[in-house]
């Protein structure tokens, strides 16, 4: 997905489509590629904002620790660039988590926001010290292993094993992450809050997308809050990447939900 630079802002960006604003984060050793099969799908009725978050992509990557909040003060820094007002700001597992600080924050520059494969929930103490590991592993031995281990249980466990092409490019992407900043981003989600509340509390609707076979962010951590304009969905067969796993369908989710604000 071809890039933009703004000038003074530390993140690289795509910007394609027209009509509302619709601002799509990836996750975790992801870059905007993540959205590549989804886009396509989406710009001819949105315009597409799909940055690069900080220590990703073709973004900086500077010396860590994170904070979630700075992840979301980038998109926020965005959206003045860009001279966008409002949009709907959807966030994939990490990016879902940057999603909620921005929502928490800045309510009022969004329309609506959500989580695709993420949750509310903080990590619980296994989480945070395998936080603390793949932070330092990544440090120690580059991305590559990491990635190489973890990018199929991103997968649902039979497509993992048909969609090798989809599956490469997941690792394509992975292999491209600075350990910098992916050293920086996993202590940031290590020590980011629980934030039912954000979505409890907000007067905007929210779409929350789960994985019907997805073992990092499953339905019952998807769903773990929502509001009275919630709109809660499962993608069935699917894992943790239904960006790759079942582009159409989460981008006819997006869609729905986005027309009908």
């Given at each position: 997905?071809?890039?933009?630079?703004?000038?003074?802002?530390?993140?690289?960006?795509?910007?394609?489509?027209?009509?509302?604003?619709?601002?799509?984060?990836?996750?975790?050793?992801?870059?905007?590629?993540?959205?590549?099969?989804?886009?396509?799908?989406?710009?001819?009725?949105?315009?597409?904002?799909?940055?690069?978050?900080?220590?990703?992509?073709?973004?900086?990557?500077?010396e860590g620790p994170y904070?979630?909040?700075?992840?979301?003060?980038?998109v926020f820094r965005l959206?003045?660039?860009?001279?966008?007002?409002?949009?709907v700001l959807l966030g994939h597992s990490m990016g879902g988590y940057t999603a909620l600080s921005f929502a928490e924050r800045y309510p009022e520059r969004l329309?609506?926001?959500?989580?695709?494969?993420?949750?509310?929930?903080?990590?619980?103490?296994?989480?945070?010290?395998?936080?603390?590991?793949?932070a330092e592993r990544v440090l120690r031995e580059g991305v590559r292993p990491f990635?190489?281990?973890?990018?199929p249980n991103w997968?649902?466990?039979?497509?993992?094993?048909?969609?090798?092409?989809?599956?490469?490019?997941?690792?394509?992407?992975?292999?491209?992450?600075?350990?910098?900043?992916?050293?920086?981003?996993a202590l940031?989600?290590?020590?980011?809050?629980?934030?039912?509340?954000?979505?409890?509390d907000s007067k905007l609707p929210v779409l929350l997308i789960a994985g019907g076979e997805d073992g990092i962010a499953p339905p019952e951590k998807a769903f773990a809050a929502e509001n009275p304009r919630t709109t809660k969905r499962v993608i069935e067969g699917a894992g943790h990447m239904s960006l790759f796993e079942a582009p159409q369908e989460l981008a006819r989710q997006i869609a729905s939900f986005a027309e009908s604000l």
């Open positions: 997905m071809e890039r933009r630079e703004q000038q003074g802002l530390p993140i690289r960006y795509a910007d394609r489509g027209d009509g509302p604003a619709l601002v799509l984060l990836h996750g975790f050793m992801g870059s905007a590629d993540y959205w590549e099969r989804v886009v396509p799908l989406l710009e001819g009725h949105f315009r597409c904002i799909v940055p690069d978050l900080l220590g990703h992509g073709a973004s900086e990557a500077p904070t979630i909040e700075r992840l979301a003060d980038g959206l003045d660039e860009l001279k966008i007002e409002q949009a329309s609506a926001f959500g989580l695709i494969h993420s949750t509310p929930l903080p990590d619980d103490e296994a989480g945070r010290e395998k936080r603390t590991a793949v990635v190489e281990q973890s990018a997968f649902a466990p039979d497509n993992a094993k048909r969609m090798t092409a989809e599956l490469d490019r997941v690792l394509e992407i992975g292999f491209g992450t600075n350990p910098r900043g992916a050293a920086g981003a940031a989600m290590r020590e980011r809050p629980d934030r039912k509340r954000v979505i409890r």
